[in-house]
């Protein structure tokens, strides 16, 4: 089955510096690459998501690259602020066996801190 | 607020025995996914119905069975409950089976203790 491996596991970085977060995905028929952000004791909220057909998405100050070649996706958190610390989780889909569903596999998560 | 809700929040039973977990998908939404999320094992995908049929299975115990009813809303049953089936179970639902990206709309969750 599909493997994703996610690092780092804890990311602290100061208010205004930029963060990335890579994930490595083992199983090429996956096509989906979502990323959600969970606060804690709340619900994991989708913040960007990536197709296979698509190297590069941005919205404002996040950015998600995909290198189908290198089965390797990562995010970009730009000027980040201390509203960002929380646990970031990614995700690697593919249809599942009735062609339909759109199974996902989760990284283990990274803990962003932000220091004001 | 994702317009998907979930009952009851919290939940705290022995072992041995059987809990029903609800989930209500937001308006339109077809798909129901269930998630498990432990410290041990993270975040995993557990079942997914759609209009009422199953579709996809993933790393759901014998012992947790789940259905869609014909209101859209879904259930999850965990039996024969063990201390290591104490995690935040999570539903989420999406608006449309198989469109390229599947946007899945997480529930605030439910909190299973098994004491």
């Known amino acids: 089955g599909e493997n994703v491996e996610q690092h780092p596991s804890t990311l602290s970085v100061q208010e205004g510096d930029s963060a990335v977060i890579k994930c490595t995905y083992s199983d090429s028929a996956s096509n989906y690459f979502p990323w959600y952000k969970q606060e804690l004791g709340k619900r994991p909220q989708l913040i960007i998501d990536?197709?296979?057909?698509?190297g590069e998405k941005k919205d404002q100050r996040i950015a998600v690259t995909l290198n189908k070649t290198a089965k390797h996706f990562s995010l970009h958190i730009t000027e980040t602020q201390p509203e960002d610390s929380a646990v970031y989780f990614c995700a690697a889909s593919k249809r599942g066996p009735s062609g339909g569903s759109y199974i996902p596999t989760f990284g283990r998560g990274t803990s962003l801190i932000v220091h004001p | 607020d994702s317009g998907v809700t979930q009952t009851p929040k919290h939940l705290i039973t022995a072992t041995g025995q059987r809990v029903t977990l609800r989930c209500s998908p937001r308006s339109g939404d077809l798909s129901v996914y269930w998630y498990q999320q432990s410290l041990d094992q993270g975040l995993q995908f557990l079942i997914h119905y759609y209009n009422g049929e199953e579709r996809a299975k993933g790393n759901i115990l014998e012992r947790f069975s789940a259905q869609q009813f014909p209101d859209l809303h879904s259930e999850l049953n965990l039996s024969s409950l063990e201390l290591g089936d104490s995690a935040l179970y999570f539903c989420a639902s999406s608006v449309i089976q198989g469109r390229g990206t599947d946007t899945q709309y997480f529930g605030p969750g439910t909190r299973l203790t098994v004491l």
């Open positions: 990536i197709r296979s057909n698509v």
